[in-house]
């Protein structure tokens, strides 16, 4: 990971507190600032609220990239890509998330805490956060997910 002092939003449902912990550690290791935006306890809670916390600490620039976590990470990241701007790719592992960095300006990783081991999803988000977008034939793709986009 490189800090560079790259804000990191992080949230999770009431199955992803434990690994967005393990996220946050390392995060914090590299020197990345971050915010969590929730849930704290394994109390049923319910996953779209954290993941809007998130879309919005991304949208209003208070972060660069958000990291999202429930149980199989697909939840969470259907309710991130219902926000404008927002590019949240569903990660298993260090390749799909470089991929979704580099062809697709992912902006927001989601991952499974239920299917992706922690020592995967602290790869994947190296990889996600050391990843530029390519750019190039990519742009005209990522143009019409988003038609307000700027690449970062």
Known sequence: MTPQDV????????????????????????????????????????????A??????????????????????????????????????LVHDMTVARLSREHNDANVMAVGARVTGPEVALDALRAFLATPFAGGRHERRVRKLTPDWSPR
């Open 7 to 50: 804000p990191v939003a992080l949230g999770s449902d009431h199955a992803g507190v434990a690994l967005k912990a393990t996220l946050i550690e390392a995060l914090q290791a590299a020197g990345h600032p971050t915010f969590d935006m929730g849930t704290t306890g394994t109390e049923s809670v319910d996953y779209p609220d954290f």
């Open 52 to 89: 809007d916390a998130v879309a919005q600490a991304v949208m209003d620039g208070r972060a660069r990239f958000g990291v999202l976590v429930c149980g199989t990470g697909i939840g969470i990241s259907m309710a991130a890509n219902r926000h404008a701007g927002i590019r949240c790719a």
